[in-house]
């Protein structure tokens, strides 16, 4: 059944000093007529991974501006996620196929959540593919129903969209990351844009001290006197690691004292992210200056802003990309960046405007090296980040996005 997740309360007038009084009054303006409209975010999981991240900041801040919003949390067990995860994979290209069994596991569960949905509500927000099919069970009622993929499906396994399609069909509206994330043919009702955002406030995000962010560093290990190269990711083929230590030891030639940081999460009930990271551990063999640390380290959300905010350069070597919260916020902490020319990474970096877009471990090296070799061009850039991610992807603006939703389908 659902189960409601406590966000406790923000305030919206915390941010005005963070973004602009534009935007604030864009958000007062759009809220008011909406006021005491009743939402609800549906998704499979209140812990790891940007949606949780972004709910835990969205849903405090829509009752702060008058809606009265609710977050609730499907249930599963470990037969549903399974099937989940392959969907994921297939949905984002990988030829799996379901079988009837799957399918049929998949429908019960999103069956089985649709008993909990006992209040009325105006806007229902389902979460990426795992509730999908709520919808479809759900009593005919007067809400909105709204499906936020937060996932690329610019070429997914047939099969599985053919499955996925249905499910979604009777929505009123679809939300994107990115125009280029929508599936291919008619396969989603009204598609819009919305790239995500991130919580200037939350713990991983607020400001630190230089002083106390080497502080926390320094506990870790590195020398924080000297230089510091980090990329934070989960242990995951598709961040790269392997590429970071590479580009690391060719950077090194050049900046002798240079150190690196892998920082990633991981769950113990993962064993592809354990066996990744003991592969990227023995990848950097025993290099005294390679730190490969994660929440087994005790690394949590203050660590890693205190990582990002003290780091020389910031890297994200990604394969491949959803959006790239990470880079985001290492331009939030104006730190100079280098990350790969993939998914919603060249939406928030500006080829050699606000870091670089870069290709392969050589090109990755290279720039490093030059933002470590020139400090103030390094800085200059960074600072432009960070008014970019001010601009266009911090929690405000996204909240104005969803209220623009609301208005628009209110008016439908
Ligand atoms: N993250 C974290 N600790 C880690 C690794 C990652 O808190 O050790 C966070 C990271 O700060 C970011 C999110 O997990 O907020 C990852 O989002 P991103 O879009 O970069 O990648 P994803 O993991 O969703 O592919």
Known sequence: MLRAVNVGSKSLADYHSIVSRDLMAEVRALAQPLEGKRV???NATSFGGGVAEILYSLVPLMNDVGLDAEWKVMY?????FGVTKSMHNALQGEPITLTDEDKATFERYNLMNVGGLTD????????????AAMRMHAPID???????????????HQDVLDFLTPMVEGYDLSVFHMAQYIPPGDTVPEPVIMPPAIDPLAPKNMALSPEDASYIVDQFGPDVERPLMLQVSRFDPWKDPMGVIDAYRMVKKKVPDLQLALVGSMATDDPEGVEFYQRSE??????????ILSNLNNVGAVEVNAF?????????????????LTVTEGLWKAR?????NVGGIPLQIVDGQTGYLVSSIEECAARVTDLLLDPD????????????????????????????????????
């Open 40 to 42: 609800l975010h549906v």
């Open 76 to 80: 599963g067990r470990d037969d549903f």
């Open 120 to 131: 009325d509500y105006d806007y229902v927000i389902i979460h990426d593919p795992q509730p």
């Open 142 to 156: 007067g809400a909105k129903w709204i499906w936020r993929c937060h996932i690329d499906l610019s070429t997914p």
């Open 282 to 291: 023995d990848y950097a063999a025993d290099d005294p200056d390679i730190y």
């Open 308 to 324: 990002q905010s003290h780091s020389d350069v910031v890297v994200q070597k990604s394969i491949r990309e959803g959006f790239g």
């Open 336 to 340: 100079p960046s280098v990350a790969s």
């Open 377 to 412: 061009a390094a800085k200059a850039m960074a600072r432009r980040g960070k008014q970019h991610v001010r601009h266009d992807f911090l929690t405000p603006r996204l909240l104005r996005d969803w209220l623009g939703i609301f208005t628009r389908l209110a008016d439908s």
